[in-house]
Structure formats: structure tokens, C-alpha cells
């Protein structure tokens, strides 16, 4: 049995920090990627718990999740525009508030919303660099526009993805001084933009200019974010399972996947059940430069793991479906469990279990 476990404490605590970095700003509890690993109806349960009342997903199937998991009156916000008829109706039926980053998509849920003799709620997405979705923010007219003419759509809130490679944040504030402009001349034309939101998980994290009305929490919550020293958040999921066997091999022997390893020492081996196709190994990577790719590299050629509260290495490379460790200064046999690290977001294959 392949387990990934997700540690209440721990995510109580990080739940804890954000709150603590938020301050008065709401919390909305970032459901995406089945809840970056920790299972969308899960995740959104826990956060309820805890006191998080407002939640974002990128998808018609999370919102669904969330519902069916009880939480029926609760604001679920949708990341993404969209123009897709079906996709609309569904977030209707669930009650979600949609996202408008253009004049098109715009104007199909005003469609949708007025075949339904309703009124959609929305929050317009601003783009202010990264291009995935939004009004550009140096057009605010078109965004005015969309407040004069859409009137089976209540715009409540407004929001932009802030971003940034710098630690200093300077190219963040540029941005954010792009978005205040556009929140600017929406009051300027006459129109309420609602709750204000900009930051995500590494910009509440970094940046306490970008706060606003509300944060976007989302792999600071299992600790899984661009990190920064004293930051306060724990790490949360582990993978646990069972060794399947151990052997000894003679000195000299190769061992490993793709690229193999020859042994200095006869070498008792115990071989675990879990490999990179269930996501063990498998990390974000998402530093770019020399120096990230060595330190990827080093992490890659010393991962360990935990036989009976003690570390063994990893021997050669991590396999699919198997990886080999060296146990020949531990005692164990087969069936001891194994603990290693796994991100949730790459977790395959295994059950899901909060402890």
C-alpha cells in the first residue's frame, strides 16, 4: 500500500502564517490541481474548518467538488474566463462568480446570465504582464465599458496576478501601480469595483503592498511555494510505504535506473514500490540559471529516505514503478514502511489519507 499523507498540524499551522500575513485582508483558499495534491473536497473542508470561507478554482469540476462536499454557501470565485456555453451554464447552477478578462467573454456570460432571466456575478481579470488572461491594463476603457454594458452581469470584485523575480519586489510594484490605475478610473467613470485582490501565495508571502482586500492562497498552504528564509511554513505531505524486499548484491555491481551506479561494497538493498510515475523525485523546477540547474542536480544525486527512523540513500537513479535504497547499516525487512518526501501536486497511485 501506497500512502500520501497530509499532516493536519502542519497545514493548521501554515493556515495560521497566512492568516497572520493576511491581516484583515480575506482569505480566498486556492483549489486548483485538486487542491495542489490534497484533494479539492479535502482541502476545502479542512480550510472551512479553520475559518476560510472563500475559495478559487480554475475548473467547473473543483466548484462541483466543493458543493457536493457540503459547502453550498460558500463563494466560490473561477480563476478563468471563459466563452464555453457549457462550461457557463455549469457555474451558474453552482453559483459561482465568474471571471471577465475580455470583451468576449464578457459578453457570453451576460448571454448566458440573460437566457436564464438571471444575473451572473463576476470579478474582471486585469493583466498587468504575465498575458495568460485579462484586460490589458493600460485599456481601461475597455474594462468601463464592461460595467456600462453588461446588465445581466454584477461585477463584485476586480483582481490582477502579481508577479516577480526580484526579491525587492520593485518590478511588482510597477505592476501593482498598473492595476491601482485601472481601479482608478473605474471609480473615476462612477462604478463600485468590490473586493480588490492581486496576491497570490509568493506575493503574500513577500510583499505586504500587495495585500489589498484579499490574498489567493494557494501552495503556501502545504508549504510548497517559492520559499524564503523564516518564512514560518512547514512542508506538509509524505509518501509511506512498504518495502517489498531487501537483497545483498557484490561489490562491483550496477544498480539504478538510465544511468547506473557500481557499488563499492557488497551493499544490502531494499527495494521500495514507488517511483517517479507516482511522482516521488518529481519536483516544481521552476528556477531558471545555472546555479538551480546544480542545485536540482546535487538534490537529484542525495535524496534519502527514513527505514525505522533512520536516513538510507537513494541508490542511482529513481526508477518508474521502483526505487532501491542502501540498507546495509540498517536493520529492516520486508514490509517496514518507508517515509520520503513527495510533493502532493505529482502524487499518483497512491491513497490519500490527512492525519
Request: aromatic content about 6%; proline content about 2%.
Amino acid at each position: 500500500m501506497k500512502t500520501l499523507v497530509l499532516e493536519k498540524k502542519a497545514l493548521k499551522h501554515n493556515i495560521a502564517v497566512v492568516k497572520e500575513r493576511a491581516g484583515s485582508a480575506a482569505i480566498y483558499g486556492v483549489l486548483t490541481g485538486d487542491g495542489g495534491g490534497a484533494g479539492t473536497a479535502e482541502l476545502a473542508r479542512f480550510l472551512r474548518e479553520e475559518g476560510v470561507r472563500r475559495f478559487a478554482v480554475s475548473e467547473p469540476e473543483e466548484a462541483e467538488a466543493v458543493r457536493k462536499a457540503g459547502l453550498v454557501d460558500e463563494e466560490i470565485l473561477m480563476l478563468r474566463a471563459t466563452t464555453d456555453r457549457e462550461e457557463l451554464d455549469r457555474l451558474l447552477d453552482l453559483n459561482v462568480v465568474c471571471t471577465v478578462g475580455s470583451v468576449d467573454t464578457g459578453l457570453a456570460l451576460n448571454s448566458a446570465a440573460e437566457a436564464r432571466s438571471t444575473v451572473a456575478e463576476a470579478h474582471i481579470q486585469v493583466d498587468t504582464g504575465l498575458g495568460f488572461g485579462g484586460f490589458l491594463a493600460g485599456e481601461p476603457e475597455k474594462i468601463v465599458n464592461i460595467y456600462r454594458n453588461l446588465p445581466n452581469v454584477a461585477l463584485s470584485g476586480i483582481y490582477t496576478q502579481v508577479h516577480s523575480i526580484h526579491a525587492d519586489g520593485h518590478n511588482a510594484a510597477e505592476q501593482l501601480k498598473q492595476f491601482h490605475r485601472v481601479v482608478e478610473a473605474v471609480h473615476q467613470a462612477g462604478f463600485e469595483t468590490g473586493i480588490v485582490h492581486a496576491a497570490g501565495s509568493y506575493a503574500l508571502m513577500h510583499y505586504d503592498f500587495a495585500r489589498m482586500d484579499a490574498v489567493r492562497a494557494g501552495s503556501v498552504l502545504l508549504g510548497r511555494c517559492r520559499r524564503r528564509r523564516g518564512d514560518g511554513l512547514l512542508r506538509v505531505g509524505y509518501g509511506e510505504a512498504g518495502i517489498e524486499e531487501t537483497r545483498w548484491v557484490p561489490k562491483d555491481y550496477t544498480v539504478g535506473n538510465e544511468s547506473t551506479v557500481r557499488l563499492h561494497r557488497p551493499t544490502r538493498i531494499a527495494v521500495i514500490p514507488v517511483g517517479y510515475q507516482n511522482g516521488f523525485g518529481v519536483s516544481r523546477g521552476r528556477d531558471a540559471g545555472l546555479l538551480a540547474t546544480l542545485r536540482r542536480w546535487w538534490r537529484a544525486r542525495h535524496i534519502t529516505v527514513r527505514v525505522n527512523g533512520q536516513k538510507a540513500r537513494v541508490l542511482g537513479r529513481i526508477g518508474a514503478i521502483e526505487t532501491l535504497v542502501d540498507v546495509t547499516d540498517l536493520k529492516c525487512s520486508a514490509g517496514d514502511l518507508v517515509y520520503f518526501d513527495i510533493d502532493p501536486m505529482y502524487a499518483r497511485g497512491m491513497k490519500r489519507e490527512y492525519r
